[in-house]
């Protein structure tokens, strides 16, 4: 069924061949009027609105600061009255402190000069003692690493030479074949007559030839 009645087809041949009556819907004109939006606001109302809102957002903004800087001096106020007691009480507690640190002050410092000393000379020790340890247990990881490295080239060479005297031993699929020649002459017999693999070249072939071929 052909589509040359439909009105696309029409339009794209670019003239008429045969002028008809026949006026297709699709081909008259359509939505000559414009359509417009509605209820939609005017710039003037738009703009008042906008400043509007400007105002109150200031406004609060405004407010707000005011309570946030009135909170803030509060409370610098508070924590400075308590650093002045802080101050005070702390004055008191320092003056006993300094009297009790004058008289034995002088006592510490002798007994101090010489258990530093000797706690130095401990810890010098100690530390040596410990890097010694260090560094036999490197030297016990380095003996092993190579132990093991030895013994994992001893392994390959020695599946490697395996590998080659097998693959030397095996024998070729083609000489087991059925058609290979035998040309040993020390071959078992077989029912009295010579047994060879290639059928083309057998006594049964041979004679069955000599008699009806030639």
Known sequence: MTTNHRPTFESRRGRELEQTSIVHSRQLPAYKQLKFRTGYLNETETRNKYEELKKELLKNDKTLSIK?????????????????????????????????????????????????????????????????????????????????????????????????????AKKSWRQSSIFKTHKSSNSKAKNGDNYVNDLIKSDFHKKFMDKYVK
């Open 68 to 168: 946030d800087n009135e909170e803030l001096e509060q409370q610098e106020e508070s924590y400075v009255e308590k650093r002045r007691r802080i101050a005070l009480e702390t004055q008191d507690l320092d003056k006993s402190d300094s009297e009790s640190e004058g008289e034995g002050g002088n006592e510490n410092e002798n007994h101090n000069g010489v258990g530093d000393s000797e706690s130095e000379d401990s810890e010098d020790e100690d530390e040596d003692a410990e890097l010694l340890k260090e560094l036999a247990k490197i030297k016990e990881e380095r003996k092993q690493r190579e132990l093991a490295e030895a013994i994992k080239l001893e392994t390959i060479q020695n599946v490697s030479s395996s590998s080659l005297s097998s693959s030397h």
